[in-house]
């Protein structure tokens, strides 16, 4: 072979390694959860500003998201994200788009690295910040895994979510807030609470028949997503009680028949629409708030 053939053989092998070479990480190797470990070595017990970093196995993670019934819809928010595998779950197993927040910025360099590996960068984000303080209100699901103390002290700003947020907790309760579900694994023996952020209709209202001449009152005392009890008076009928599923409604009153009856519903701007069905027909009522 001629020298000069020989050269441009060469100049040409030199060339495609340098191109290699150059290659940016996210392209080649960096990919792979086993590069991302390498480089963040992540370890169960990491420090955080208010938990330290466990893992939650895979199993139920995903039980977790099924629970909360997440589709491609919602916008699921991970408080205490670590690293970062709710989120990535949400997006790639239900199509979901996710955000995390983590105050360890070390798990959160790792939670972008598993999702440059994962495929999942146009629908997961990972910010570095302290949950108390982060803006997650667009959220229609909130996962944590957190502690029985933090859990509490993040409660009443759960609890003033839009109506029908679903919350999800991996293995610690929310104190005296029953959750509407448990969820149970039998991977490592351990259990998740599920809650639905109830719609807040606790007082005085009175509801008037659409179409006919008929009307009541009622005096409605809520905790957390159920209506407690509350008797007859002179102007309320009385409430044997109910219960909301974000905004919908449901409740048993006496006083409007010969036996109890449940009305069924959901809440509408600052209306409580409502029906009650009998032998086949159906009563509708319109509810409005008394001041």
Known sequence: MPSW???????????????FL????SATEAETHAECERRYAPRSGEPGKDVMWVATLDEVVTSMLRAARVTEKDTVVDLGSGDGKIPIAAAKQFGATALGIEYNPQLVQLARC?????????????????????????ATVVTLYLGPTVNLKLRPRLLSMRPGTRIVSNAFDMADWPPDQVI????????????IVPARIEGEWRFVEAGGKASFAVKLQQRFQHLQPSPATESHVAVQGGRLVGKQVEMVVEGL???????TGEL????????????????????????
Do not use: M
């Open 5 to 19: 053939r020989l050269w441009l053989h060469a100049s040409r092998t030199l060339g495609c390694l340098l191109l």
């Open 22 to 25: 150059l290659l940016p990480l």
């Open 114 to 138: 598993y999702a440059r590996a994962e495929r999942v960068e146009d629908k997961v984000r990972f910010e570095q910040g302290d949950i108390f303080e982060a803006d997650f209100n667009h």
């Open 184 to 195: 149970e694994s039998e991977i490592g023996n351990t259990r998740a609470f599920l809650w």
């Open 257 to 263: 028949d010969e036996q109890p009856v449940k009305l």
């Open 268 to 291: 509408n701007g600052d209306r409580l629409l409502v029906a009650l069905t009998r032998d086949g027909a159906i009563r509708r009522f319109v509810g409005a708030p008394q001041l």
